[in-house]
């Protein structure tokens, strides 16, 4: 690994890590030894990157610290292009095209020796077919969900029979076959998924149901294992 390349790394371990990083622990990573470590972090901080700490006890970064955006290497960009590719083959409209965007600027802004990984990349997402279109405008939906805010939906479900019920919208799930939006549901009293494209109707409300998001999304994944475990639990019985 180039030198550059190393303190590059060592910025990321150091960006990622909520508590300080020791030497040892750095070396083991980048395989190399815990003196070239020293070494690396010395240059770092003569260079004013904002690097605290001491051997023995680890390092830490500066949260401040803003590095020149899209010092990408080659395994992220692939990885960028690859989630960008399924996205805009599978979300909705709106993130679909943000999808295709971000490739776009990716690509202008990258090293030309990097480019390649964009244009002809190793991996690729699978072609889907058509997925029957939304009845439900599922952007919308996404701002409804960071505003912690209530939807009105007429809904179909695999049966064929109707209900009109107001949920409280936590995430949009996107598959092959269609999207889901998981949300609890008043009518209920308890989480429910409801596939976007049997939303018969939706009135987005301006109430809010006042659950901080990640506060209604734990919830969510509680019930999930829940039921998980009520399922595995009865397949042994």
């Not at 006890?57 to 690859?82: C, K, R, S």
């Not at 997925?131 to 179909?156: F, L, M, S």
């Not at 209900?163 to 308890?190: H, K, N, T």
Request: include cysteine; charge should be positive.
């Amino acid at each position: 690994m180039r030198r550059a390349d190393r303190l590059f790394q060592i910025i990321q371990i150091l960006r990622r890590s909520p508590r300080p990083v020791t030497a040892g622990d750095m070396a083991g990573e980048l395989e190399v030894s815990v003196r070239t470590i020293y070494r690396d972090v010395a240059d770092l901080i003569g260079q004013r990157v904002p690097v605290s700490g001491e051997p023995g006890f680890g390092y830490i970064l500066d949260d401040a610290f803003d590095m020149p955006a899209l010092m990408l290497t080659p395994d992220e960009i692939e990885a960028a292009v690859l989630g960008a590719q399924w996205v805009a083959g599978r979300g909705d409209p709106v993130l679909a095209k943000a999808a295709r965007d971000l490739i776009a600027k990716i690509t202008s802004v990258v090293p030309e020796h990097l480019r390649p990984f964009i244009a002809d990349p190793s991996i690729g997402a699978p072609f889907l077919f058509r997925q029957a279109p939304d009845g439900i405008d599922v952007a919308r939906t996404r701002t409804w969900i960071r505003e912690g805010r209530k939807i009105r939906i007429g809904y179909r479900d695999e049966r064929g029979d109707t209900s009109v019920r107001v949920i409280w919208p936590v995430i949009i799930g996107y598959f092959d076959e269609a999207r889901m939006l998981a949300a609890w549901c008043e009518l209920r009293q308890d989480f429910r998924h409801f596939r976007t494209d049997r939303v018969t109707s939706a009135e987005f409300l301006e109430d809010r149901h006042g659950v901080r998001l990640g506060v209604l999304r734990a919830r969510w994944k509680r019930s999930i294992d829940a039921r998980l475990s009520a399922r595995a639990a009865s397949s042994r019985g």
